[in-house]
Nanobody, 115 residues
């Protein structure tokens, strides 16, 4: 089993920044970690993903503003979010992929961008 504990969400004004963290525990090797988000009335979408080897992809909506990183030694995933706008308001979820058929999700953390 893998447990994912997220932190760093909160309220920020437009143009501000936040850094999300996702700490993973468990002995199963995690091939890929990713951030997803789900805004009210919208479907859950992939924000960014990073493999154990460091390959990264971003959603077009966040490219150039968000940075995903992974500290394998600490089993921790990060998402640095800059130039936030109200459209970034959502619950952000951490996902760990351990096989082609099994993954684990964090509890989610609320990010609200509002003046």
């Amino acid at each position: 089993q893998v447990q994912l504990v997220e932190s760093g969400g909160g309220l920020v004004q437009p143009g501000g920044s936040l850094r999300l963290s996702c700490a993973a525990s468990g002995s199963i090797f995690i091939y890929t970690m990713a951030w997803y988000r789900q805004a009210p009335g919208k479907q859950r979408e992939l924000v960014a993903a990073i493999t154990s080897g460091g390959k990264i992809n971003y959603a077009d909506s966040v490219k150039g503003r968000f940075t995903i990183s992974r500290d394998n030694a600490k089993n921790t995933l990060y998402l640095q979010m800059n130039s936030l706008n109200p459209e970034d308001t959502a619950v952000y979820y951490c996902k760990a992929v351990v096989s082609t058929i099994q993954n684990f999700w964090g509890q989610g953390t609320q990010v609200t961008v509002s003046s």
